[in-house]
């Protein structure tokens, strides 16, 4: 798989903002896991969470490129 250099993880301000945009999207699941793991679309809000998160974090990621560019 092959993505631009801005996603890559290379600096201390973005190892952060990853970590604590796993941590905050994990305890978010485990939360919605404890109350709603019997419901019949349970996977699918979870996929579709994770890539909410992990679209955000990509957004973060690029506007910290374009800011480092200015």
């Known amino acids: ?5 801005w996603l ?3 600096t201390p301000l ?3 903002l990853w970590l604590a ?11 919605v896991w404890g109350r ?7 996977w699918v809000w ?3 969470a994770n890539v909410v998160s ?9 506007w910290l490129h374009r800011l ?3």
């Open 21 to 31: 945009n796993r941590l905050a999207t994990w305890t978010g699941l485990v939360y």
């Open 46 to 48: 979870v996929v579709v």
């Open 54 to 62: 992990l679209s955000a974090l990509a957004l973060a990621f690029l």
């Open 68 to 70: 480092s560019l200015d």
């Open 36 to 42: 709603l793991r019997s419901r019949r679309w349970f």
């Open 1 to 5: 798989m092959v993505w631009p250099a």
């Open 14 to 16: 973005k190892l952060s």
């Open 8 to 10: 890559a993880i290379g």
